[in-house]
Every structure is written in structure tokens, then in C-alpha cells.
């Protein structure tokens, strides 16, 4: 993901628990139908929705993988605006994708039966998926999108502002409250996690970090603990101390305050990486939200999959070409990830084996994925779930609101939202 650009990004499908806009090329094309305009090639006709991404060269790309699928004529629509917004209306028409990217499906369209099970396309290679990015796509144990590139978020950090205040990296969050502190200066903060004091970017990171989680495997409340208050109040001593930089000129998903040296360490993504290497060489390092208690540090991911609408004209044609396409082209799996931005393919053995992705702070991203990861946006963690939690987190946070109190009030309701959610 490039850090300069208006539009949508591949980082987007963090944003159900990261407030992050991202942005680029203003580019439109096709018709104003789902259908498109023009194809591929001979067989049938299948049309093809992505949501507009920032990489240059990106679309591009997309519109070269459908023209070299020689069974089926794919029309490849580059959809501006809100996306989601956009597929879930289209869905429900005749006139709608037969293929789709989507940072879910969602449960309302699987519940609905728009879109169609998928589990037959990947059961051979399943375990070769992070599982962290195949469970929020996954419902009552069908697969119902293939994810095509992971995005994770994490801590970058300053070696050389480090080494200078006599601070090791912080494996802990203690550890990181302290650090923060002890690297904060009059020109630069120890500490930047957005100009919302995190709010937006963390999410459910905190909680995952204490051994917790947003929702259990059983559909129930994942943070009804002690550690999850012990794990939030933290985060509001690091604003309490005055160790987070606020009010930078770009936000968290952006790393110009850390390359700027605004701020000696900043939770940002993967998609920075580039940008942070260019600007300042071997002198940063990277790590996982450190854990708290008896958690292990966590890093969120998320993935962006291809989806099949049931209204697919030839919905045996429509599957054919995502299985060719996410599951049997390693080559364009790589491109995709790693030729106009910066993720980690889908796929665990390509990550292994992508030359990009094989050393130093990139290697060990990877690593971070592959082994503390955890899904973002669960599929029963609903928008509503999301705004309680995330509107007691800044109470928290920013007010200094008694994290146990909140908390109370957020099970009871996440609690019942799962309640109504589940009874569908």
C-alpha cells in the first residue's frame, strides 16, 4: 500500500477495527452495470468487481490475469466509490458481479445465500492459508471466499532513538508503557498510534495481546476478564504519561511521522515497510503489539478474498476462474502482493518462498503473521459490537473513564448484539 493516495487500498479491510482512508489513482472504468463491457476471450461471459486500489499499476495487473484465462471471457470492473456499500446492493440485482473481492462476504450474505460456498475450490490446499485470514471467511465450517493477500499491522521502532535512551524493544506492554516514556522528548514523542490516541487503529490488538479476543470460537464475548481493563488501562497511561504523539500531520497508517522522527516508534502496517526502508535503512526495526500478562504478542491481519454471487450467470464457470486464479496461479498470487504494494500472499507457502519477503524487517513480518496473527474483524463481531467497544476504548482512553466500568457496560451489550445475531 503506498502511504500517498485518496482512494481505497488493499488496507481497507483492517479498517472494520482501524479507521485508516487510503488513497491513489483516480481511475475508472467499464460500463455502470455489474456486466462490463468488454472480455477476455472466448466461453462464457463473467464479469469481475475489484474495488479500486491505490497501486499504481494494480489495475493494471488485474485486467492481465482475467484477459490470460483462456476458458471463460472475463470483464474486469474497477468500482470507485464505497465499494461494500456498492457490491452489497448489487447483490441483491440481477445486474451484479458474478466475482467479487470482499473483505468478507459478510454474514447477512452468506445467511442470505448470495453468495456460494467455495469450500470445494480450496479443500486440498486449506492448510496452506494463514488461518488467522481463512476464519472471518469461514461460517459453520464452509469457506466462502478465498483470501488473495494478507495485510497485517504492527509496531515500527527506531534503533538508533533507542540504543541512544538505553531502551531495549519492548516485549511487553509494561515494557512499551516505559519505553514510551523514556524516549519521550521535547521535539519527539516515544510513541504514535494515530491522532485518536488508537482508538481507531488498535481495536481488539489490546485485548488479543492479554490472552483474550473479541469472540469465541462459541460466538460468545471474548473479553469478559479482568486483563481485558488491565490491558485498556494501559493504553491510557501511555496517553496519561503524555508519550503519544497526537495531532500529526498524517495519520497512523501513513509513516511520515516516524520517518520524519516525530515520534521514536509507531503502530502502522505492512504496506509502510518500503517507505520506511527507503527513508531510513537498516535503522529501524519492526515488532507484534507486545503482550500483556499471560497473553502473546498479536498482530492483526486481514485479507480481502474473491467471492462468487449466486446470481452468477454460469456459477460452475464463475468458481472455475477463481480456483485458477487464487488458488492455482502462484505466479499472479505474488505479483498481486508483491509487485504495486507491500503484503504477504495468502498462501503460506509463497510467502516462504517470495524473494521480498525473505529478510530482514520483511522476514520478520512474515514470521509475525504466520505465528501471533490473529483476524481483525471476526465474522459475528457486527459494526454495532464495533462502535460500543471502540466508543468505550476512547472513554477510556482519552477521558479517563474506569476501564472496568466501560467494560461492564460493553459485554452486556456486545453480548446481546452476539445474542440477536446468532438467533437469525
Known amino acids: 500500500m503506498h502511504r500517498h493516495r485518496p482512494t481505497i487500498s488493499r488496507r481497507h479491510v483492517l479498517a472494520a477495527t482501524a479507521t485508516s482512508a487510503a488513497a491513489g489513482l483516480l481511475s475508472a472504468c467499464g460500463s455502470n ?15 469481475h468487481w475489484y474495488h479500486q486500489y491505490g497501486e499504481p499499476g494494480t489495475e493494471q495487473a488485474v485486467r492481465r490475469y482475467a484477459k490470460a484465462y483462456g476458458e471463460a471471457d472475463v ?13 452489497a446492493a448489487a447483490l ?23 453468495v456460494l460456498d ?28 478465498i483470501p488473495q493477500v494478507v495485510d497485517m499491522q504492527l509496531l515500527y521502532y527506531r534503533k538508533s532513538l533507542l540504543a541512544d535512551a538505553n531502551v531495549e524493544p519492548p516485549r511487553t506492554l509494561d515494557q512499551l508503557v516505559d519505553a514510551a516514556a523514556e524516549l519521550t522528548t521535547r521535539d519527539v514523542k516515544g510513541l504514535f498510534l494515530g491522532n485518536d490516541a488508537g482508538v481507531g487503529a ?54 511520515a511521522a516516524f520517518v520524519q522522527g516525530l515520534t521514536a516508534m509507531q503502530w502502522s ?42 446470481k452468477a450467470r454460469d456459477k ?19 505479483d498481486f502482493a508483491l509487485s504495486y504494494g507491500f503484503h504477504i500472499p495468502a498462501r503460506l507457502s509463497l510467502a516462504k518462498k517470495a524473494d521480498k519477503l525473505k529478510q530482514g524487517a520483511a522476514a520478520d513480518a512474515v514470521r509475525f503473521a504466520t505465528e501471533s496473527g490473529f483476524a481483525a474483524q471476526p465474522l459475528l463481531w457486527t459494526p454495532r459490537s464495533q462502535t460500543v467497544y471502540q466508543d468505550a476504548l476512547s472513554r477510556i482512553v482519552k477521558d479517563g473513564a474506569d476501564p472496568d466500568k466501560e467494560l461492564r457496560s460493553v459485554v452486556r451489550k456486545v453480548r446481546a448484539e452476539l445474542d440477536r445475531v446468532k438467533a437469525k
Not at 283 to 291: A, C, I, T
Not at 297 to 304: D, E, F, L, N, R
Not at 316 to 334: G, I, M, N, S, T
Open 75 to 87: 470483464t474486469v470492473q474497477w468500482r470507485p466509490g464505497d465499494y461494500d456499500r456498492q457490491t
Open 269 to 310: 502496517g505492512l504496506w509502510a515497510l518500503p517507505a520506511v526502508q527507503k527513508a531510513l535503512g537498516d535503522d529501524f526495526g519492526v515488532l507484534p503489539f507486545p503482550k500483556d500478562g499471560a497473553g502473546e504478542p498479536s498482530v492483526p491481519v486481514g485479507a480481502y478474498g474473491a467471492a462468487v454471487s449466486a
Open 118 to 145: 467455495l469450500t470445494e475450490l480450496i479443500e486440498d490446499v486449506k492448510d496452506d492459508y494463514n488461518p488467522a485470514v481463512l476464519a472471518p471467511k469461514t461460517h459453520e465450517g464452509r469457506i466462502y471466499g
Open 33 to 47: 452495470t455489474g456486466r462490463g463491457d468488454s472480455g477476455s476471450g472466448g466461453g462464457p461471459a463473467l464479469s
Open 202 to 255: 488498535l481495536g481488539g490488538t489490546p485485548l488479543q495481546a492479554a490472552g483474550l479476543e473479541l469472540v469465541t470460537d462459541g460466538g460468545d464475548v471474548g473479553f469478559d476478564d479482568p486483563a481485558a481493563a488491565r490491558a485498556l488501562g494501559k493504553i491510557r497511561q501511555l496517553y496519561a504519561d503524555k508519550s503519544l504523539l497526537l495531532g500529526a500531520p498524517s495519520d497512523w497508517s501513513d509513516p
Open 316 to 334: 460452475d464457470a464463475a468458481k472455475a476462474y477463481v480456483k485458477w486464479l487464487w488458488v492455482e496461479q502462484a505466479k499472479y498470487q505474488e
Open 92 to 114: 441483491l440485482t440481477d445486474s451484479g458481479p458474478d466475482v467479487f473481492e470482499s473483505p468478507g462476504p459478510n454474514l447477512d450474505q452468506i445467511r442470505g445465500k448470495q
